[in-house]
């Protein structure tokens, strides 16, 4: 069945580069997301990659998708405070045809100062 | 545009007791749905909608029903509150079903606590 994994949480310090990590089962996925939650907030969409793609870079955000082991990690280069918050990953199923997505768990990001 | 919005934004109910969540949305799309949110489990899907006057079960749907008469709202209704169903209620619409990219667009989200 479909599933996305993701580990629940990690810690860094200001300035250091943060890699959240996903695992996900439905090789036929076209795109994987990274969504962005912060506090009390509703999610939103930080980035995304095709599933053709190996690599996709947005100024600070650094995407990388292996289909072979079906991981994808997403790398904040030089990480501020203002980068806490719970980071989701997504697949999006063509097969069903409902514009399903499946989140996984969500990884919660400190920043110390 | 106001995007996805919900009401109310924090409820407390009695056990038992029945409430309605309603979302809206201003962008014209077709693709709704309601998710649930609770610690260590991502988002949960409870129903969706692929259409004005359709809806179709989640991973999630058991006590609550939904409606969508109307292509911009998609409500989710709560007969009989039990205290499992205390969570956090998202919802969200999106352009399209089809194998493309399809980004969902999310609103605040609504605190239920069920005593």
């Known amino acids: 069945g479909e599933d996305v994994e993701q580990s629940l949480f990690l810690s860094v310090r200001e300035g ?7 695992t996900y089962t439905d090789s036929s996925s076209t795109y994987l997301y990274w969504y962005k ?3 009390g907030a509703g999610l939103q ?14 100024q600070r955000l650094t995407v990388l998708l292996n289909k072979k082991d079906k991981h994808l990690s997403l790398r904040i280069a030089d990480t ?3 980068d806490s918050a719970i980071y989701f990953c997504a697949e999006s199923l063509p097969s069903s045809n409902t514009g399903k997505l499946i989140f996984g768990q969500g990884t919660t990001l400190q920043v110390k100062p | 545009n106001a995007g996805v919005t919900q009401t109310p934004k924090f409820r407390v109910l009695k056990t038992g007791q ?7 949305q201003d962008m014209n799309h077709e693709y709704m749905y309601w998710y649930r949110q609770d610690p260590g489990m991502g988002l949960r899907l409870i129903h969706y909608s692929v259409g004005e006057g359709t809806t179709a079960k989640g991973e999630v749907p058991d006590g609550y029903n939904v409606s969508r008469l109307k292509k911009q709202n998609f409500l989710l209704g709560l ?8 969570s956090v209620y998202f ?20 605190r239920l606590t069920v005593l």
Do not use: H, R, W
Not at chain 1, 16 to 22: A, F, G, L, P, T
């Open chain 1, 16 to 22: 250091d580069s943060s890699v959240i990590n996903c």
């Open chain 1, 37 to 39: 939650q912060e506090p």
């Open chain 1, 45 to 58: 969409l930080l980035t995304y990659i095709f599933s053709n793609m190996d690599m996709k870079q947005d």
């Open chain 1, 80 to 82: 501020q405070t203002g």
């Open chain 2, 18 to 24: 029945s409430m309605t969540l309603l979302c809206a």
């Open chain 2, 79 to 86: 007969e009989s509150a039990a205290p499992s169903q205390t």
């Open chain 2, 91 to 110: 919802c969200a619409s999106s352009y399209t079903s089809s194998s493309s990219y399809n980004e969902q667009f999310f609103g605040p989200g609504t």
